[in-house]
């Protein structure tokens, strides 16, 4: 602890150090004023057979009018268990399903070390089940005090969509061109089973992950230090379906979708699970239209004074494509020993074609330009994960070592045909050329993860990773030269590429005390990078996370929390090579970018269901989207800075309303407040503050009729905000839908109408000078879609003897 605290101090945090040394050595204080636990241990029999009975639920609970419960526990497959409590009296119950639960009292006594309560008899149950139905709906929203979850599975929401549009309904979360907003913040991790999805090109690879396919959906506003420290902005796991019961089970489905452009897709999954083996496979394609209308006006300056006015229309209609696989097999080598093989593969490309047209009027006249674009995108990842976890013990301990290895490829193409005509030229001017741009990026990853459980009150988890990323990218500029491609001769572009390691250890310790929970993790990484025409970069950090939770009474609960994060700049921002839009505007990297930090600090309430979340967030650093202009060839350059601070101030009410038995509702609130601090354009040492208030609001309501028939009706509304220098116009969504279920709820039929009142298309605008401009965009988002699934399959699966699902939350960090 001494050397800890001597390297932390040589390093400036000594801060953090001493923040996270006081806590961990009042829980280890805490931990041995306990004392020593006492196993409870024993063997379940048949009563009537006198055979081992396995698998049978034990709990212990504490010996008081409350009941409450310390520790639970599954019996082995020859009807062993063991728990672990401190001395006191207890209450023993062993439940299984067919037999009478068994209640015991217990009185451990102090400086014992085993209580053997010897064979216990379960009798058979003599009620008929035959005659009983259970009936009831998982709700879609479920609050939690550190995190909401959305269960899509057997959803309305699940038909039809899929993960980019389910994403776009879930609470406080914003989705404006592609950008993922969590409460606020950006930089949102997001996870697909455990394993992290590239950045770039969000929105195409969500889109080729089918609602059907979801299981559930996490969104994490307080991640612990087992989580990398860039989730700055939180975190968001998405679990595609997986074996939960000894049997099989199928389904396939098929969607369509119309707006002004068709769309259509299958998918379908098999998931098998047997006492040694675990298999999930998931396959779904899409294929649909769209376009992208874009209307905008912008001024040009020299200085502060406007010298033109350029007013663009430009349509680009667009055929996307993506296909999915998702494969995990898991191997038991015992009831404690788990060896698995998870396999991502997603592919998306957009095939493009559409026209520009542009009028600059300057002083010396009026120019004309008229573009011919055609544009095609390819995305490729490809996941692979080893793993091998080990169960310690009964308490939950366990050991989680895997290796991964991704590939993800990117290829940009774009071709122009223009026209320019101007005042000072005698004609018009043509000219043909192409833009090409691959990416690949290589990501190793290793990881090894120990938790400890200590006691039913106190746990522990540890861990190392180290992370390679490797990317090789170039771009090739050409002209079209009497019908042939010729270079561009001066191509400071022809070799990028960007490497990055980062080695990374955490320790987090859990301690429970009555009512109250403390939680404590800090994590260090190491990072060193290099970016080709960049910097090369070497650095250190600390990243401490604190959190209190405090149960007033059974349905009231408050947490306090702080962590300090990091963002990386996205591997695309570092790279510098340029992707033209338009003849006034191109989009460039910047090599120079540095990362930003975050120190976030939150108050969370859980009282029935209601959740209320106020957060401040500092940032310094800020990475943020600039527009920089070049008076000598009027053009605008999009590209990312380091902005001198950031400061968000958030407030997220969620609110479940059960109206009527036939109809439940989910209801959310947001209000922000941020001031961005950025240089002035002409003089680097004024800062210019800009700041705003906003709000979101959403509510999904799900409607019961009986007989298989259900209804949705979900709406948002997000007020006018703003992202960097540029003002969002206030825009709003609403989706219709209605469910029929049939052939004994294997088979459902739903139909529904997204975006219903074309309201999602907004207008971005700046009056920072020179970057003055105002645009509105058009997409095809108005749509009638139509879904069906159905489930095929054993449907009386028994419980299966490991449950690989429990994994996920040990899993943690399996993915880049």
Known sequence: MNLLCNTASRLNFTSDCRMLLLLVGLLFVENIALGQSVAVTGRVLDQQSQQPLGFVTVVLKAADTEGRVVQTGLADDAGRFSLKASAGSYQLQLLMLGYTTHVLPLQLAAGTATHDVGHISLASAAQNLQGVTITGQRPLIEQKPDRVTMHVEGSLLAAGNDAYDILAAAPSVQLIEGRLKFRGKGNVLILL?????????????????????????????????????????????????????????????????????????????????????????????????????????????????????????????????????????????????????????????????????????????????????????????????????????????????????????????????????????????????????????????????????????????????????????????????????????????????????????????????????????????????????????????????????????????????????????????????????????????????????????????LYKGYGLQVAYTHTTGAISSVYLYEPAHLRFVSTEQNLRQQQLLNATLTAPVTVAKWWSMSNSASLSHQELRLPDAFDKAVAYTKRKTYFNVSSDNTITWGNGWSGRVYGMYNSPSFNGMFDYDQYSYVLVGIKKTFLSKRAALNLSVADLFYQTNFRVSSNVVPVVSSEMNYNDTRQVRLAFTYNFGKADLISKRVQTSGNATEKGRLGM
Request: charged share 20%.
């Open 193 to 605: 089973n455990c394993k992290r999805l590239p950045g770039a090109n969000l929105e195409t690879v969500l889109a080729s992950i089918p609602g059907d396919q979801i299981e559930r959906i996490e969104l994490i506003s307080n991640p612990s230090a087992k989580y990398d420290a860039d989730a700055s902005g939180g975190v968001i796991e998405i679990y595609t379906k997986r074996s939960k019961e000894l049997g099989w089970t199928a389904n396939v489905g098929v969607n369509l979708r119309q707006g002004q452009r068709t769309g259509s897709g299958l998918n379908g999954g098999l998931r098998v699970s047997t006492p040694a083996l675990d298999l999930a496979a998931s396959s779904s394609f899409t294929h649909r239209g769209g376009f992208e209308r874009n209307t905008g006006h912008r001024m040009f300056y020299e200085g502060r004074t406007p010298v033109g006015r350029l007013s663009q229309q430009s349509n680009l209609n667009k055929v996307i494509q993506n296909a999915n696989f998702s494969g995990s097999l898991n191997y038991h080598l015992s009831p404690c020993t788990t060896l698995g093989f998870d396999l991502d593969l997603v592919n998306s490309s957009l095939d493009g074609a559409g026209w520009l047209r542009a009028a600059l009027a300057a002083n010396n006249g009026l120019t004309t330009s008229s573009i011919q674009e055609t544009v095609f995108l390819q995305d490729a990842f490809h996941n692979y994960t080893l793993f091998y976890k080990h169960k310690l013990d009964s308490l939950g301990s366990n050991l989680l070592l895997s290796g991964n290895y991704a590939t993800y490829t990117n290829e940009q193409r774009q071709t122009f045909d223009q026209r320019v005509e101007g005042a000072e030229s005698s004609g018009a001017v043509i000219s043909n050329f192409r833009n090409v741009i691959p990416a690949t990026y290589h990501i190793w990853t290793g990881a090894a993860d120990y938790t400890s459980v200590w006691s039913a009150n106190t746990q522990m988890e540890a861990g190392l990773k180290y992370t390679d990323t490797r990317n090789q990218s170039r771009q090739q500029v050409d002209n079209l030269l009497e019908g042939e491609w010729v270079p561009q001769a001066a191509n400071p572009f022809s070799r990028l590429g960007y490497q990055e390691r980062v080695g990374a250890g955490y320790f987090s310790l859990h301690h429970t005390r009555g009512k109250l929970a403390l939680q404590g993790g800090l994590r260090a990484e190491q990072t060193h990078y290099r970016v080709t025409r960049g910097i090369d970069s070497s650095y250190f950090n600390l990243f401490p996370n604190l959190r209190l939770d405090y149960t007033l009474t059974d349905n009231y609960t408050t947490s306090l929390a702080y962590a300090k994060n990091i963002r990386r700049p996205a591997y695309e921002s570092l790279i510098p090579y340029e992707r033209f839009w338009d003849t006034y505007t191109s989009h460039r990297g910047n090599a120079t970018l540095r990362p930003e930090y975050a120190h976030s600090f939150s108050w969370n309430n």
